[in-house]
């Protein structure tokens, strides 16, 4: 058995929704809706599903930067919701984070060596002298200049502002690094670049990834172990090489089949999606993706399927599969 | 040999950096427009005269010479060539009394200027940062600001506790501090959404290092261009407590006081209130197209 | 929308008129024994008991605060140390020469601001246009009192054209009035120009423009309206500014107003005046800037503005 680095235990997250009129009642946006997974030490830990469907919500309440409605978060076994704020300070050594937009989470007014510096100021670390060669080395290890140390965020290419957001969260050495759409707003022509340095720092430095994207081309190459959410919900979870060859939930079948691919006959199989999801503040009875299904049942219409598992830890919730 | 051809190079670099920092002032320069420099070299001189007061001064600006009463001095066609600007009521030099003045009302006015600006990005920050009834709190003494006019707050805190220097300095600290605590609680609301607050807490950082080292530097351009503005209308509120008499206390003497006692020798001695005020004047009018066309030059997004 | 706008704001109003009470009874107790404070130096003992007894001095502090807004309610605002007086009755004596000056100085920079705005908006970058712009930084930094000292030595001392003091009749209204209205009158001008351009950039007026509509019509019946809410706001936002003034200026003109007895009052530590005066300022304060959130919202239909933000 594997070690279990992050547990999430039936997460919810729920925004309450301002209101025009003075009495009425409270809506409720419901982003993470039921999420239950483990991250296991050392895995390049997947994230996939469209854009709304909680899956940077999910990202913020691993980190504990919001706390779940209901539900729990154990990293290395300890309860986040527990921690003391100065406990909460100091376990961010562990884990950190990378942003879509690498441009809004630098501080323009300060150089960017002095920000990849600034962690090692705030929890202390190393010798104030040894610390400028420290973020030098660590420069050098997102493939760097030195000269960079002096520039600002705006005097950067997306590309590099990135490797400094990554450099950053590496200096402190943590065991978890959360990406939330870390290449989503990169050109395409550095995408694949940005993506090889992820991947070569997970396996030289055996990181823990709990990478998010809506691009599974992306996911393919480069995660161990994948989930795929829809509107707040878990719906598939399997290893990497198993989901792509045996996809079984409609709608990850629907999202893989959408991947464009160079075999002709495959651009054949693909299955078309219908319409808008539904509306995350009031979900309609039954499996939340049935309006959109093209195997939809009567039952689906009824009650919503857990997650169940098939065997060889790929899980699944639609009836049509687990039949249950 | 070698250590000579560095010491050339070294040569080199520090008058090539000579140079190039003289360009640079002179390209600063071209772009300020006449008027600009003329406000400058006002408050220059006016900062110059409130520093180095006691040395300007000619005379003591307490000393009475009940003798040489509101004498005449030869500017203005009279026959007293002793006090360049002649002498007040009492007998005393009124440039020096002047001199002493600009300096009283200046640091004071400079004083209150940071108070305010300290207090309220403070109070602006602390509602932004804890939200919920902090935030309500602190926004609910806002509105009550706006609601009392500082002159009639300032009136009636005087009644009720008296006055001296130090408190006086206080009391106009509150002058303006909403404006302050609105803007800088709405700058740091917006930059806690925006990427980077967020990405500094998540990195374990303290809300304290958060709003010194990261948001504060990014408001300060906004915050800069509110203190000069903030600054004339400190004068003005000072000068105007001091005028009726309930700010700056005898014998110490602002521009407000000096202008106070020259009007009722108008008739005779007008300049005994019109250098005061004038003075007043062309201090506030400098600061305040100096803060506007720094508003318009650092960022043109914030003009209004 | 509507109705929860206005509860709003006149929940709003209510709150800050029960903090401007609170405050000043706190202001008074931190002082020490708000009878000394209250009572004249020559009280004598019977004097304090009865004080006391009126203002409830011997009950529990939330008591003490129920029997002051009580009396308060009822204009009883005790009475002056200076001669003894019914405070409510001098300062009712007072108060319309004060909101006489007050009215006709902010009538007087609408009217002559509005127009100069509108003026410079339509001529831009004209002469006309810069001069305008160039009073609004004038009225802003001068000494409002220094302003009404020259208008003395000019009109006054030299023509002979205005009397200096008093407030008998119109003549005596036009240099304080003038004075007090210079200092914003600049910056009307300002906003209003700004607003105007702004509604002039708007697609729906150059729409017009394009189709050929009537140059005045477009102005008046179209463009000023929709400029009129941010001017609105600047006008509204200032009246506690001209308050301010309007204390100093009663002075310098020795206009017989709430403003000159405030200034006398606190001289001589007159406390029952200064108390009375600085409320019923701050509730006249919280009545305007109420009217002109109400005002606002009957010229915005658009806006829903939650408790939260203002």
Known sequence: MREKLVEAKGLYKQYALKSDKLFAKRRYLKAVDGVTFDIYKGEFFGVVGESGCGKSTTAKLILDMEHPTKGTVLFKGRDMSTLKPKEWRAIRLDMQMIFQDPLGALDPYMCVGKQIMEPLEIHNIGDPKDRKQMVLDMLAAVSLKPIFYDRYPHELSGGQRQRIVLARALIVKPQLLVCDEPISALDVSIQAQVVNLFKRIHKELNLTFMFISHDLRIVKHVCDRIIVMYLGRVVEEAESDELFANTLHPYSQALISAVPSLTPDAQAKRIMLHGDPPNPIDLPKGCRFASRCSKCTPRCLESEPELVDMGNGHKVACFLVTGK | MSDNVKNEKVKFEVLSGVVGQETKLQKVFRKVPPMIMLCIAWLLFMFIVAVFWEQFAPFDYEAQDLSHRLSVPKIFGGNDTVHILGTDSLGRDFLSRLIRSIRTSLLVAFCGTIITAVLGTTLGFVAAHFRGWVDEAIMMLVDFQYSLPFMILALLVIAFFGNNLVFFVFLLGIEGWNKYARMSRGMALSAQNNGYAVAIRQLGASPVRLYTKHILPNVSNILIVELTLNFPAKILAETSLSFLGLGIQPPDTSLGSLLSFGRAYMMTNWWLAVIPGLTIFLTTLSMCLLGDWVRDTIDPTIRK | ?310
Request: net charge positive.
């Open chain 3, 1 to 310: 929308m509507h109705v929860k706008y206005f509860l709003v704001k006149t929940l709003r109003a209510f709150l800050t008129t029960f903090l401007l009470v609170v405050f000043v009874f706190f202001v008074l107790r931190i002082t020490g024994d708000p009878a000394q404070a209250m009572l004249p130096d020559d009280a004598t003992e019977e004097d304090y008991i009865e004080f006391r007894q009126l203002w409830g001095l011997d009950k529990p502090l939330m008591e003490q605060f129920y029997i002051y807004c009580k009396n308060f309610v009822h204009g009883d605002f005790g009475q002056s140390y200076k001669d003894g007086r019914d405070v409510f009755e001098i300062i009712s004596q007072r108060l319309p020469k004060s909101v006489w000056l007050m009215g006709m100085s902010i009538i007087f920079s609408i009217v002559v601001g509005l127009p100069l705005g509108i003026y410079a908006a339509l001529h831009r970058n004209s002469f006309g246009d810069r001069f305008i712009m160039g009073t609004a930084v004038f009225g802003f930094s001068m000494p409002n009192f220094f302003l009404g000292i020259m208008f003395i030595l000019i009109f006054s001392m030299k023509l002979h054209w205005l009397p200096s003091a008093g407030s008998d009749t119109w003549l005596h209204l036009l240099m304080p009035m003038i004075t007090i209205g210079m200092t914003r009158m600049g910056s009307y001008a300002r906003y209003t120009r700004s607003a105007m351009l702004n509604v002039l950039s708007k697609p729906y007026i150059i729409t017009a423009k394009a189709k050929g509509a009537n140059r005045n019509r477009m102005v008046y019946l179209h463009a000023l309206p929709n400029a009129a809410i941010p001017i609105v706001t600047v006008i509204g936002t200032s009246i506690g500014h001209m308050v301010g003034g309007s204390v100093v200026i009663e002075n310098v003109f020795a206009w017989p107003g709430v403003g000159r007895l405030l200034v006398s009052s606190v001289a001589v530590r007159d406390l029952p005046v200064v108390q009375a005066i600085v409320i019923i300022m701050g509730l006249a304060m919280v009545l305007a800037n109420l009217l002109v959130d109400f005002t606002y919202g009957l010229l915005d239909p658009r806006i829903r503005v939650t408790a939260g933000d203002k």
